[in-house]
């Protein structure tokens, strides 16, 4: 599987955007499709998680409420619609693969990455 994230940009706090992620490969509903995100010296964090079929969906804390991972398995591509942007939303964000049910946190346990998109909240 190969992952083409984009969407990225520099943006206003209090501000939106949409980062797409398009997937190569004939089944792709078969995998759960993450977004991950890295700031200048942290660690990659988690930020959503999409089941396969899209009907579940998980989040990290402090994107509930702001952020929506959304799915489109006819057109191969999985979404992430980022609303009221705040400047600590800055960060390289990434979109990921694993095959299996579930939703999941580790990055570890995701197979397929892709390149990454910046992001940039200004204040």
């Known amino acids: 599987v190969q992952l083409q994230a984009s969407g990225g940009g520099l943006v206003q706090a209090g501000g939106s955007l949409r980062l797409s992620c398009a997937a190569s490969?004939?089944?792709?509903?078969?995998?759960?499709m993450g977004w991950f995100r890295q700031a200048p010296g942290k660690e990659r964090e988690f930020v959503a998680s999409i089941t396969g079929g899209g009907s579940g969906t998980a989040y990290t804390d402090p994107v509930k409420g702001r952020f929506t991972i959304s799915r489109d398995n006819a057109k191969n591509t999985v979404y992430l619609q980022m609303n009221t942007l705040k400047p600590e939303d800055t960060a390289v964000y990434f979109c990921?693969?694993?095959?299996?049910?579930?939703?999941?946190?580790?990055?570890?346990?995701?197979?397929?990455w892709g390149q990454g998109t910046q992001v940039t909240v200004s204040s």
């Open positions: 490969g004939r089944t792709f509903s078969s995998y759960e």
């Open positions: 990921a693969a694993r095959r299996g049910a579930g939703l999941t946190y580790d990055p570890l346990a995701y197979e397929y």
